[in-house]
């Protein structure tokens, strides 16, 4: 057993998720952490809405609310929709938390401390009409380097070069247009160059382990090529403040600073909600534990460089020596599991343009485990992925109900109307070894894909052994074994459609978390193979550390849940004798008619100058 700590990256609060979203974070990651918790591993789930920054105070100004009021509207909703989508998370919190500002609050004096935060004065960029400080992220130009437009200000996706908005061509705001004004501001930068050879080192050590997809390890190495200080403090009045410069209150740590600090603060709080309050050390401080961080590919470069920095300064393990903190020396990520990107009908989604599905909405019309078949078997894990309602359909009515649905359907309909129970099996024949035994080894070939990150694969082998299941029926043909001679032969036939069903759902729930409890009670279960997650109230643990801006504010919503008591990743016997009735489908046909539908509700909601009417 390993103890495996799945980090998954911070939905943006500015606004609800839409399922691009849970496209490269969610649905991914959810899979992995169910596979890894039944086959034996103990799994620490985390991760929450990531809420500071600019873009949190630009959605407030156009609504006429304050940031924390647009912050905690937007939390709950991305909890309620993470929830319906069964993301299994052991803690899914928020970096408003008053834990969340005590540890990044340390982390910082530590890293400063150690000798990575150097001051430097620079040019910072500011929005004319606000005065804000605008995000690198939000400045866009063309590339200095190789003159792509639609670079951003911290880096440049065509060529992987790092960047500084004051070396774009032509910048402008991705908020409105404007060109912004460059004012000298000093500010704390993490000596980057200070932890080259530490991360350097690191990254050779994760690219000769084999194991991260080489999208990932090519852009991060690129990095290192030109790798500099980079600031880690912002001129802003919503964020975490600055340790020792209690008397700026315009300053403020950087949004992406505090932000990956979330996957150890979350697992702080975890453990200090668990009752054991030093429990998150089993993930964090131990070399024999594991971590994999998943998000899009947009989020490579902080995670594979700016958190690992992060850790290495706090460890005392770069150039400028130090050492560790109270938290001890800290584990750098295993892995960074990285998706690309998926669109809609061909275009990038926007919410801005109106090019967008919410996960919400999507949920509000179609059963969520359609949504995350979908994502799994045509998502974006290597490569960018088209969502379009056509073969959302395709794979819903074509494999999700004609493939497995149909053979769930037909098992448990013909022993609830032959036996009313499984019945006991006679003598096995080859045709019915052959099958148990291909759905049998199907455990260790799933499995070990999921494992290792390749979950389309492993959904494609588990509904390879549907197709053979499916087989199987047309070839026994139960359906005619009516003769009183014939009644061993059908109990024989359907025993092991029982088994094989049994043990194909306990395979795809990982994927399907929702029908897996279903199709557990059709077959007799109690229907909680697949543990769900809820949504708990909790108290602040620090409200102490918190500004003035969060005063009165008791208390917010976590995702937990309790994830032991799923089945392990087996064969696990039928009963013979459970009763069987007679089911109704799992999965729901979807009409045709719901893409033409679902294509003049997208261009309804597009302005005519993005659909260029």
Known sequence: MSRILSAVAWPYANG?????HVAGFGVPSDVFSRYMRMAGHDVLMVSGTDEHGTPILVAADSEGVSARELADRNNRLIVEDLVALGLSYDLFTRTTAGNHYAVVQDMFRTVRDNGYMVEQVTRAAISPSTGRTLPDRYIEGTCPICGTEGARGDQCDACGNQLDPTELIDPHSRINGETPEFVESTHYFLDLPALAEALSEWLDERENSGSWRPNVIKFSKNFLEDIRPRAMTRDIDWGIPVPGWEDQPS??????FDAVIGYLSASIEWARRSGDPEAWRKWWNDPQALSYYFMGKDNIVFHSQIWPAEMLGYNGQGAQGGKP???GVLNLPTEVVSSEFLTMEGKKFSSSHGIVIYVRDMLARYQADALRYFISAAGPETSDADFTWAEFLRRTNGELVAGWGNLVNRTASMIAKKFGEIPAPGPLQDIDRALLDEVGAGFDTVGDLIRHHRQKAALAEAMRLVGEANKYVT???????????????????????????TDLNLMLSPFLPHAANDIDTVMGGQGKIAPMPRIEEVEEL????????????????????????????ERHEIEVGTPIAKPTPVFVKLDESIVEEELARYADSVPDDVTGA
Not at 16 to 20: D, K, V, W, Y
Not at 251 to 256: E, I, P, S
Not at 480 to 494: C, D, F, G, N
């Open 542 to 569: 620090n409200p102490e550390v918190l500004p003035a801006a969060f005063e009165g504010r008791s208390g917010y919503p976590i995702i937990t849940g309790d994830y032991t008591c799923a089945p392990t990743w």
């Open 325 to 327: 903190g109270e938290l």
């Open 475 to 501: 070839e026994t043909a139960p359906f005619k074994l009516k003769a009183p001679e014939e009644r061993e032969r059908l109990a024989t036939v359907l025993h092991t459609l029982a088994q094989a069903v």
């Open 16 to 20: 609800p998720r839409h399922i691009g």
């Open 251 to 256: 300053k403020r740590l950087y949004v992406w």
